[in-house]
């Protein structure tokens, strides 16, 4: 199994920035994709970033261009910085890791992110 635990979050004015944090312990060498997912109250959750154990990278419409997500050379942390935070990124974030060959996914506890003036 695979184990995550997220940090990062927090309360930011709209122009702001924070980083995200994800530590996965574990099964780490069976992680094919790392990625983000985000909740905001009242909607489903969404697929945000995404990295595939070759380095590929994916990104929503509307974070492509203010947020990157990178990992660690031991690939066991990914991270998401996230610049000119806008109000409607305000979500619950939830780190996420598919392993194995059958693709099981294994989330974080979630962090909140509020972006408010």
């Known amino acids: 199994q695979v184990q995550l635990v997220e940090s990062g979050g927090g309360s930011v004015q709209p122009g702001g920035s924070l980083r995200l944090s994800c530590a996965a312990s574990g099964r780490i060498f069976s992680i094919n994709v790392m990625g983000w997912y985000r909740q905001a109250p009242g909607k489903q959750r969404e697929l945000v970033a995404r990295i595939t154990s070759g380095g590929t990278t994916d990104y929503r419409d509307s974070v492509e261009g203010r947020f990157t997500i990178s990992r660690n050379n031991a690939r066991d942390r990914v991270f998401q910085q996230m610049n000119s935070l806008q109000p409607e990124d305000t979500a619950v974030y939830y780190c996420?890791?598919?392993?194995?060959?059958?693709?099981?996914?294994?989330w974080g506890q979630g962090t909140l992110v509020t972006v408010s003036s």
């Open positions: 996420n890791a598919e392993y194995g060959p059958s693709g099981t996914d294994a």
